[in-house]
């Protein structure tokens, strides 16, 4: 497999080699063995370009029908949703992934599938909190919070679909003022990474972190630094008695101009299979968007919770207006 910028262009078309291009937004060293599995079954070299946030779609709509990109994969919803509205994708029809994954975590033209599953959630400090003191996203904003809560910056995709799933059930007006009252009860301004929250959850910076629930599996399998921050703070679902726990997926979908379109299909049914559903649970300590595939062990420890049901289109359609939202709120 050819990894970074190097390695596209002409290989191709210099040997009879089947190949698909990959453009990914994710960051998780597993995704590599799960592509060399991928290779292993099915003979197709896959060439991944990993790139940020927008800077993908940026360089697609750059490239427009010159792109060698097959397939793009983002660590978002929002993104796929943007993707599709950019023109940059092309709808597809699979049985298998129809099959494989719940209508409510693909996009229903068949322009992108959802490919794991993330729940953002709350972490507490098991000394100064008791999880009876927690209940919903909204009551984060309590005074009782203050300077006692923290997260990374709002120009985060994952805090921006928390925030558009507050504008998707609430109204925009309501989903500020609750932005405002959480920059409210910040610890710090914001930085760092989701890790970085949890670390500073158990360095005793603040009390409640909003957090990814694979970032706590991987700190609980991490390095002996990690496993402490994991063993001083817990999972908490928020909303369990109202909307659900909001959850986000990764996912991808094939690019409007793929050269290897078969070749795109077949990766990303590949990707919906037990095995690599099951290859993204115990490597990233994602949930399968595939129904009947285990978790990871540490993952099963956290129970079983509540989901927002939300579509995700409608977080896609609403989500453009998140980060103004969160500037007029103060969230940096
Ligand atoms: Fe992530």
Same mark, same amino acid.
């Given at each position: 497999?050819?990894?970074?910028?190097?390695?596209?262009?002409?290989?191709?078309?210099?040997?009879?080699?089947?190949?698909?291009?990959?453009?990914?937004?994710?960051?998780?060293?597993?995704?590599?063995?799960?592509?060399?599995?991928?290779?292993?079954?099915?003979?197709?070299?896959?060439?991944?370009?990993?790139?940020?946030?927008?800077?993908?779609?940026?360089?697609?709509? *750059?490239?427009?029908?010159?792109?060698?990109?097959?397939?793009?994969?983002?660590?978002?919803?929002?993104?796929?949703?943007?993707?599709?509205?950019?023109?940059?994708?092309?709808?597809?029809?699979?049985?298998?992934?129809?099959?494989?994954?719940?209508?409510?975590?693909?996009?229903?033209?068949?322009?992108?599938? #959802?490919?794991?599953?993330?729940?953002?959630?709350?972490?507490?400090?098991?000394?100064?909190?008791?999880?009876?003191?927690?209940?919903?996203?909204?009551?984060?904003?309590?005074?009782?919070?203050? #300077?006692?809560?923290?997260?990374?910056?709002?120009?985060?995709?994952?805090?921006?679909?928390?925030?558009?799933?507050?504008?998707?059930?609430?109204?925009?007006?309501?989903?500020?003022?609750?932005?405002?009252?959480?920059?409210?009860?910040?610890?710090?301004?914001?930085?760092?990474?989701?890790?970085?929250?949890?670390?500073?959850?158990?360095?005793?910076?603040?009390?409640?972190?909003?957090?990814?629930?694979?970032?706590?599996?991987?700190?609980?399998? =991490?390095?002996?630094?990690?496993?402490?921050?994991?063993?001083?703070?817990?999972?908490?679902?928020?909303?369990?008695?109202?909307?659900?726990?909001?959850?986000?997926?990764?996912? =991808?979908?094939?690019?409007?101009?793929?050269?290897?379109?078969?070749?795109?299909?077949?990766?990303?049914?590949?990707?919906?299979?037990?095995?690599? *559903?099951?290859?993204?649970?115990?490597?990233?300590?994602?949930?399968?968007?595939?129904?009947?595939?285990?978790?990871?062990?540490?993952?099963?420890?956290?129970?079983?919770?509540?989901?927002?049901?939300?579509?995700?289109?409608?977080?896609?359609?609403?989500?453009?207006?998140?980060?103004?939202?969160?500037?007029?709120?103060?969230?940096?």
């Amino acid at each position: 497999m050819v990894l970074g910028l190097i390695g596209f262009g002409g290989l191709g078309a210099l040997s009879a080699e089947e190949e698909v291009n990959v453009y990914s937004h994710r960051h998780y060293e597993s995704d590599e063995a799960l592509f060399e599995e991928f290779t292993k079954e099915t003979g197709i070299k896959v060439n991944v370009v990993k790139g940020g946030d927008d800077g993908l779609l940026e360089r697609l709509k *750059q490239e427009g029908d010159k792109s060698p990109a097959d397939v793009l994969i983002t660590a978002d919803a929002m993104r796929l949703t943007r993707a599709k509205e950019m023109g940059l994708l092309q709808p597809i029809e699979s049985e298998v992934l129809e099959e494989a994954i719940p209508a409510k975590f693909r996009d229903p033209e068949g322009e992108w599938y #959802g490919l794991t599953k993330r729940a953002r959630v709350i972490v507490y400090s098991k000394d100064r909190v008791k999880p009876e003191e927690l209940s919903t996203y909204e009551e984060l904003t309590d005074p009782k919070w203050k #300077g006692r809560i923290l997260t990374r910056s709002s120009s985060n995709a994952y805090n921006q679909s928390l925030i558009a799933s507050q504008i998707a059930h609430h109204g925009e007006e309501k989903a500020e003022a609750w932005a405002k009252g959480l920059v409210e009860n910040f610890a710090r301004p914001p930085q760092g990474s989701d890790r970085d929250q949890v670390r500073a959850v158990a360095a005793g910076e603040g009390d409640l972190a909003i957090v990814n629930t694979y970032y706590m599996g991987i700190l609980a399998n =991490g390095s002996d630094e990690d496993r402490a921050v994991a063993e001083k703070t817990a999972v908490f679902f928020p909303n369990q008695e109202s909307t659900g726990t909001h959850v986000n997926i990764s996912g =991808g979908g094939v690019t409007r101009h793929a050269p290897h379109k078969e070749n795109a299909v077949k990766l990303l049914e590949f990707l919906a299979s037990d095995k690599a *559903q099951k290859g993204f649970a115990e490597g990233t300590y994602e949930y399968p968007v595939k129904p009947g595939v285990d978790v990871a062990e540490t993952v099963a420890a956290w129970g079983e919770f509540k989901e927002d049901d939300l579509p995700l289109e409608k977080i896609g359609e609403v989500g453009g207006n998140a980060l103004q939202t969160a500037d007029r709120a103060g969230w940096k």
